[in-house]
């Protein structure tokens, strides 16, 4: 089967940093994808990695290792806004549907 | 504007009613897709859709139908067998040239109850 596994909460503070995993047992894999969602809110993507390495966007940057089965998106000067849940979503071939995994909640303290 | 929209955003039925939802967009996207998503879970995919007239199941399809009679629309179904329909359900939509690593475009999602 398909699996995706998140931790199911992270809590951090404004201003610092926080890391949330992913890890992935799959058939096959084409790529890791996170997308972000407010509460009540449609999701929003966030980042893809198809290759390994750290790919940067602005206060967001995601991490991919194809022989780990692992993943991170690396959330930094956290702001209250940042208070979602985050899921990361795998490609397992080529042409085929993605797959979700079940979000972490992030709570942001003040 | 471009976007997908949903309506509406909340609905009510009765137990043993079909419900539509219906799901547009005018971003010119060719693929579609439908998912459910319940409270702390993830979003689980209920049908998806490549091409006009061509749609395929997704992993939770028993209990739902689709049609895709134009590239714009994508409306589903909620029939009377689907045991636990109550939960929110999020439509989306890709450029469609690759469905493994197109960006997924979600609309603003209507959350079913059935009474």
């Known amino acids: 089967g398909q699996s995706l596994e998140q931790p199911s909460e992270v809590t951090a503070v404004e201003g610092a940093i926080v890391q949330m995993n992913c890890t992935y047992q799959?058939?096959?894999?084409?790529?890791l994808s996170w997308y972000q969602q407010h509460d009540g809110g449609a999701p929003t993507f966030l980042s893809y990695?198809?290759?390994?390495g750290l790919e940067e966007t602005g206060r967001f940057s995601s991490f991919l290792s194809r022989s780990d089965s692992y993943g991170y998106l690396l959330l930094q000067e956290l702001q209250m806004k940042d208070s979602a849940s985050y899921f990361c979503?795998?490609?397992?071939?080529?042409?085929?549907?993605?797959?979700f995994g079940k979000g972490t909640r992030l709570h942001i303290l003040p | 504007d471009g976007g997908i929209t949903q309506s509406p955003k909340y609905l009510f039925r009765k137990e043993g009613q079909n419900v539509t939802l219906s799901c547009e967009q005018n971003?010119?996207?060719?693929?579609m897709y439908w998912y459910r998503q319940d409270p702390g879970q993830g979003l689980r995919l209920i049908y998806y859709?490549?091409?006009?007239?061509?749609?395929q199941k997704g992993d939770i399809a028993e209990g739902y139908s689709v049609s895709r009679e134009k590239k714009e629309s994508f409306p589903l179904t909620v029939t009377s067998a689907q045991k636990n329909p109550t939960a929110f359900y999020l439509c989306?939509?890709?450029?469609?040239?690759?469905?493994?690593?197109?960006?997924?475009?979600f609309g603003p999602g209507t959350r079913l109850t059935v009474l």
């Open positions: 989306a939509s890709s450029m469609g040239g690759r469905i493994s690593t197109d960006t997924q475009y």
């Open positions: 799959t058939s096959g894999f084409y790529g």
């Open positions: 990695n198809a290759l390994d």
């Open positions: 979503a795998v490609s397992p071939n080529r042409d085929d549907k993605i797959i």
């Open positions: 971003l010119n996207h060719d693929a």
């Open positions: 859709s490549q091409i006009v007239n061509d749609f």
